[in-house]
C-alpha cells in the first residue's frame, strides 16, 4: 500500500489520520452521489422500463417536440438578453460608483430569494388583463402574459444572476491597467474591450452561459403562471413533464427529463472539460 502524506504537513499521515480522511471522501461522495446519481439513475430506469422503443415513440409525440422547441427558443433568447445585458450590468457595477450602486447590486440576487411561483404572479400583475400595463398592452395589441414573450421575461428573471454574478469577480480581479495601457497606444473602447477585456474574461462568460442554459432548460414555476401551461401553445419541456406526470403518461415523463437532466449535466460537464484543458 503506498504511503500517503499529509498535504500541511508534508510528513507521512498516520493510520488515524488515513481512515479519517478516507472516511470524509466517502462521505462526500455517498452525499452527492444520493442527490445527483441516485435521481439520474431512477430516471434511466424508469425511461427504459417499457423498452427504448416506447422511450422513442414517447419523445417523437408532437407535444413533447413543440414544447423542446418552445424550451429551447426561449433558453436560446435569453441567453442572447443576458450576454449583452448581464455583460452591462457587471460592468457598470465593477466599473462605476453611484448613488444607489449597493442596493442595486444586492437586487441582482433577489431571483435567487424570491420563489419563481412569486415571480410568476408579480408579472400576471403588470402585463395581465387588470396589470398595470394593460392598457399598453391594449393599445400595442402584443399579448405578454399567457404567451412566449412573458415566458422569456418570467426566464429572464430567474436566471437574471447567472452570468452577472460570474463575471462580476472576473472583473474585479482583472483590474482597469491593462485598459488603460491599451487607451494610451490609441486603442477605442470597443477595440480595448474586444482585444485586452473579453479574452479575460471568457472563462466568466463560458460559466454564466452555461449555468443561464441550464437554469433556463428547468425553468418551471415562473413561466408556469405567467403562461399558464396550455398545451401546445405555452408548454415547455417541464410543463410536459408535470402534466404527463399528472396524466400518468409515465414513460413519457420520465423520458423527456431525463433529455432534459442530461442535456444540463453535459452542458456542465462540458464547460469543466474547457477549464481543465485550458490549465
Same mark, same amino acid.
Given at each position: 500500500m503506498s504511503t500517503m502524506i499529509d498535504a500541511h504537513s508534508a510528513r507521512p499521515a498516520t493510520t488515524l489520520e488515513i481512515w479519517r480522511r478516507r472516511v470524509l471522501i466517502g462521505i462526500v461522495v455517498g452525499y452527492m452521489a444520493l442527490l445527483i446519481l441516485a435521481p439520474i439513475g431512477a430516471l434511466i430506469a424508469g425511461?427504459?422500463?417499457?423498452?427504448?422503443?416506447?422511450?422513442?415513440?414517447?419523445?417523437?409525440?408532437?407535444?413533447? &417536440?413543440?414544447?423542446?422547441? +418552445?424550451? =429551447?427558443?426561449?433558453?436560446? %433568447?435569453?441567453?442572447?438578453?443576458?450576454? !449583452?445585458?448581464?455583460?452591462?450590468?457587471?460592468?457598470?457595477?465593477?466599473?462605476?460608483?453611484?448613488?444607489?450602486?449597493?442596493?442595486?447590486?444586492?437586487l441582482i440576487d433577489l431571483p435567487f430569494a424570491v420563489s419563481p411561483v412569486i415571480?410568476?404572479?408579480?408579472?400576471? &400583475?403588470?402585463?395581465?388583463? +387588470?396589470? =398595470?400595463?394593460?392598457?399598453? %398592452?391594449?393599445?400595442?395589441?402584443?399579448? !405578454?402574459?399567457?404567451?412566449l414573450p412573458g415566458m422569456i421575461i418570467a426566464t429572464l428573471f430567474v436566471t437574471l444572476p447567472f452570468m452577472v454574478r460570474e463575471l462580476?469577480?472576473?472583473?474585479?480581479?482583472?483590474?482597469?491597467?491593462?485598459?488603460?495601457?491599451?487607451?494610451? &497606444?490609441?486603442a477605442s473602447g470597443w477595440q480595448s474591450f474586444r482585444l485586452v477585456t473579453f479574452p479575460a474574461l471568457r472563462w466568466g462568460f463560458i460559466y454564466g452561459l452555461t449555468l443561464t442554459f441550464a437554469r433556463a432548460l428547468g425553468e418551471f414555476g415562473a413561466v408556469l403562471?405567467?403562461?399558464?401551461?396550455?398545451?401546445?401553445?405555452?408548454?415547455?419541456?417541464?410543463?410536459?413533464?408535470?402534466?404527463? &406526470?399528472?396524466?400518468?403518461?409515465?414513460?413519457?415523463?420520465?423520458?423527456?427529463?431525463l433529455v432534459l437532466g442530461l442535456f444540463s449535466l453535459l452542458l456542465v460537464l462540458g464547460a469543466e472539460l474547457l477549464r481543465r484543458r485550458e490549465r
Open positions: 425511461a427504459f422500463a417499457e423498452g427504448i422503443g416506447a422511450m422513442f415513440g414517447a419523445l417523437s409525440d408532437p407535444d413533447v &417536440l413543440s414544447a423542446f422547441w +418552445r424550451t =429551447l427558443l426561449i433558453a436560446g %433568447i435569453v441567453i442572447v438578453v443576458h450576454v !449583452i445585458c448581464g455583460t452591462a450590468v457587471a460592468w457598470v457595477l465593477v466599473r462605476h460608483r453611484f448613488p444607489g450602486r449597493r442596493l442595486l447590486n444586492a415571480a410568476g404572479l408579480m408579472l400576471i &400583475l403588470l402585463f395581465g388583463r +387588470r396589470g =398595470l400595463f394593460a392598457p399598453l %398592452i391594449e393599445t400595442t395589441g402584443i399579448q !405578454i402574459a399567457f404567451a462580476m469577480p472576473v472583473l474585479e480581479a482583472f483590474g482597469i491597467e491593462q485598459e488603460q495601457a491599451a487607451a494610451t &497606444l490609441g403562471v405567467v403562461s399558464g401551461g396550455v398545451q401546445g401553445r405555452t408548454e415547455t419541456a417541464t410543463m410536459y413533464v408535470f402534466r404527463a &406526470l399528472d396524466e400518468r403518461q409515465y414513460t413519457g415523463a420520465y423520458s423527456a427529463a
